[in-house]
Nanobody, 125 residues
Framework: VQLQASGGGLVQAGGSLRLSCATSGRSLSRNVIAWFRQPPGKEREFVAAVRWSGGSSNYVDSVKGRFSISRDTAKYTVYLQMDSLKPEDTAVYYC???????????????????WGQGTQVTVSS
């Protein structure tokens, strides 16, 4: 599956952005679609994930209540709505797809097989 992320930009603290991840390719390759981010000078971290079938979601604690992940199955697109943005949300955001080969104890994939290019999100204070 191919992934194309877009929607990043510069926003003031407290503002909102919506990221999009357009997907294409074999449907079995997009079992779960997730967003990760890599802040400046730090390692990449998980942000949120959504199951393509059913739409259930999972979030890292730091974004719960502020971010919302969703998917449009007709458009093969996953969205990350980011509200109440904070300077610490500044990062390059990546979308990724998992075929579901291995799951963690929380029932979500531990590996992601396909990655899109990143989109920069900058939150100014």
């Amino acid at each position: 599956v191919q992934l194309q992320a877009s929607g990043g930009g510069l926003v003031q603290a407290g503002g909102s952005l919506r990221l999009s991840c357009a997907t294409s390719g074999r449907s079995l390759s997009r079992n779960v679609i997730a967003w990760f981010r890599q802040p400046p000078g730090k390692e990449r971290e998980f942000v949120a994930a959504v199951r393509w079938s059913g739409g259930s979601s999972n979030y890292v604690d730091s974004v719960k209540g502020r971010f919302s992940i969703s998917r449009d199955t007709a458009k093969y697109t996953v969205y990350l709505q980011m509200d109440s943005l904070k300077p610490e949300d500044t990062a390059v955001y990546y979308c990724a797809a998992s075929q579901g080969a291995a799951y963690g104890t929380n029932g979500w994939p531990v590996t992601y097989d396909h990655w899109g290019q990143g989109t920069q999100v900058t939150v100014s204070s």
